[in-house]
């Protein structure tokens, strides 16, 4: 795998691909509810952190796309991802939508507990920018509360973020929109 740090590249997503994907992330998508989009255990005092996902690869079954239509709609956009970081293995991809909350930052987190690289790509026209601090760490229960921004990432539709896993890193709901939908994928 190539040596990555944080990577952005706007238009990764071609214009009509990305309509399809859009078309199909809509009403008709079967979301399911997921009590934490950051934590590994529900918080009762993180009440807003939930969020809604759609399983592409499952963890438990890396490489193996689900098979339903949607996973075989993303499945080219994952294997570009794997192909343009130069990864041998996808651990896990997941479609995550968090819906409208003021201002409301995720707990920080690391994906998984392996050493990998993580990316997000951004589906559509919405707020809640990416937070990937400047602290970078093995998957732990909690993280510092005191950890310097790196960057933040504003989302745009077909923007693609690359970043190595070990840093921790979060989002923000969006604050003027009523969702904020990615495709977020762990490769190795």
Known sequence: MKKID??????????SYLRALQ????????????????????ATDKVEDFGFSVGIVPPWQP??????PLAT??????????DYAHAE????CRLDMTVLHDHYLHPPHIDIDTPHVASIVYLNETDGDTVIYDHQQEWAESYPTDMKIKTTIAPKPGRMVLFDGSYVHTGYSPSDHQTRILINTVLS
Request: aromatic share 12%; glycine share 2%; hydrophobic share 40%.
């Open 63 to 68: 490489n193996q796309f689900d098979q339903s």
């Open 6 to 15: 944080i990577e952005i590249v706007d238009d990764f997503v071609s214009p």
């Open 89 to 92: 293995h996808i651990l896990r």
């Open 23 to 42: 078309d199909s992330i809509g009403e008709k998508c079967p979301w399911f509810i997921q009590s934490s989009q950051s934590l590994s255990t529900y």
């Open 73 to 82: 709609l993303v499945a080219p956009l994952i294997y570009q991802l794997k």
